[in-house]
């Protein structure tokens, strides 16, 4: 999270607070997001007992206290962020802002709204912060290079997807007509689910052909699904790569030998050692002028 777009508000005590909470270059800092973590991992560990039937029955009061108790803290939690910004709204419109008000919400609405505490769940999410504490915020590059790579390929995709879907619709009609009922193959849809199974080589077992040629075209289906796996993950990792290379490598050749896969920075040529930046002079080139001799000749 770019915390830049951020300021406390005026006063020693506010930006004090300011730091703790938004910053994590002190002990201090580091120490309350850790704690902060903690007690929200805590807090998503109590809803999940909670919804254990002989758990809820034999201390279900202590998870609604438990409940009430992080809620709380939560809720006190948000008002200090608040207080200590110069722009409170700005943060409630950020992302971590968002996710810190929907935190809290669930608990408050379950007093109108039955039911409604156990999608404080979505506390999990609040966890990210783990990667500004440990400063992990460069992983944020990584994750944009994955995602351009996954739109650049998305009609690859779409296109290897709209294909399954044909086959698993074709396979999906034959073992229809070929299945009797009592096998399971009461409808195409239900053929779907199964071709669907057997296909991501998942294989539940639930349906399961019984004739000879169903039987033929399940090993038929087994097969193709073997081979297809590979193909979205190949598409994706050559855009993975393409993007790398774009990122690392520049696309200019080299002027010497045609060498064209040089980091951005690179200055010399990796094969032959040409002067790749045409906006400087080589250091390497020295100049033969010589000021002009001065001296009086000897007599």
Same mark, same amino acid.
């Given at each position: 999270?770019? *915390?830049?777009?951020?300021?406390? !508000?005026?006063? $020693?005590?506010? &930006?004090?607070?300011?730091?703790?909470?938004?910053?994590?270059? &002190?002990?201090?800092?580091? @120490?309350?997001?850790? $704690?902060?973590?903690?007690?929200? %991992?805590?807090?998503?560990?109590?809803?999940?007992?909670?919804?254990?039937?002989?758990?809820?029955?034999?201390?279900?009061?202590?998870?609604? +206290?438990?409940?009430?108790?992080?809620?709380?803290?939560?809720?006190?939690?948000?008002?200090? +962020?608040?207080?200590?910004?110069?722009?409170?709204?700005?943060?409630? =419109?950020?992302?971590?802002?968002?996710?810190?008000?929907?935190?809290?919400?669930? &608990?408050?609405?379950?007093?109108?709204?039955?039911?409604?505490? /156990?999608?404080?769940?979505? +506390?999990?999410?609040?966890?990210?912060?783990?990667?500004?504490?440990?400063?992990?915020?460069?992983?944020?590059?990584? @994750?944009?290079?994955?995602?351009?790579?996954?739109?650049?390929?998305? *009609?690859?995709?779409? %296109?290897?997807?709209?294909?399954?879907?044909?086959?698993?619709?074709?396979?999906?009609?034959?073992?229809?007509?070929?299945?009797?009922?009592?096998?399971?193959?009461?409808?195409?849809?239900?053929?779907?689910?199964? !071709?669907?199974?057997?296909?991501?080589?998942?294989?539940?077992?639930?349906? &399961?052909?019984?004739?000879?040629?169903?039987?033929?075209?399940?090993?038929?289906?087994?097969?193709?699904?073997?081979?297809?796996?590979?193909?979205?993950?190949?598409?994706? /990792?050559?855009?993975?790569?393409?993007?790398?290379?774009?990122?690392?490598? /520049?696309?200019?050749?080299?002027?010497?030998? @045609?060498?064209?896969? *040089?980091?951005? =920075?690179? +200055?010399?040529?990796? =094969?032959?050692?040409?002067? %790749?930046?045409?906006?400087?002079?080589?250091?390497?080139?020295?100049? *033969?002028?010589?000021?002009?001799?001065? =001296?009086?000749?000897?007599?």
């Amino acid at each position: 999270m770019n *915390h830049d777009r951020f300021k406390p !508000a005026a006063g $020693a005590l506010r &930006t004090r607070v300011f730091q703790i909470i938004f910053e994590s270059d &002190t002990p201090q800092a580091k @120490g309350f997001d850790i $704690a902060l973590i903690g007690v929200i %991992l805590a807090s998503v560990l109590v809803v999940m007992l909670e919804s254990v039937a002989q758990l809820d029955a034999d201390h279900g009061v202590w998870f609604r +206290r438990f409940e009430w108790g992080f809620t709380l803290l939560f809720t006190a939690e948000l008002i200090i +962020r608040l207080y200590c910004l110069e722009r409170p709204w700005q943060y409630l =419109k950020s992302f971590y802002g968002v996710i810190d008000l929907v935190a809290i919400l669930p &608990t408050w609405l379950a007093l109108v709204v039955p039911g409604a505490q /156990s999608l404080v769940v979505v +506390r999990l999410l609040r966890t990210l912060r783990i990667f500004r504490v440990l400063r992990l915020m460069e992983f944020v590059g990584e @994750g944009r290079l994955l995602i351009g790579a996954l739109v650049r390929s998305s *009609h690859q995709i779409f %296109l290897f997807l709209f294909t399954v879907l044909m086959l698993v619709t074709i396979f999906a009609s034959l073992i229809y007509l070929i299945e009797p009922p009592e096998a399971g193959f009461t409808s195409i849809p239900t053929a779907i689910y199964w !071709a669907v199974v057997t296909l991501t080589t998942v294989g539940y077992g639930d349906i &399961t052909p019984v004739t000879p040629l169903g039987q033929a075209i399940s090993v038929m289906v087994m097969l193709i699904g073997y081979a297809i796996i590979a193909v979205p993950t190949g598409v994706f /990792s050559a855009e993975v790569i393409r993007s790398i290379r774009a990122d690392r490598y /520049s696309d200019e050749a080299c002027p010497g030998c @045609g060498y064209d896969r *040089h980091e951005k =920075k690179a +200055r010399y040529c990796l =094969k032959c050692g040409t002067w %790749l930046d045409e906006n400087t002079p080589d250091p390497r080139e020295e100049t *033969h002028d010589e000021p002009p001799d001065t =001296k009086t000749p000897r007599e």
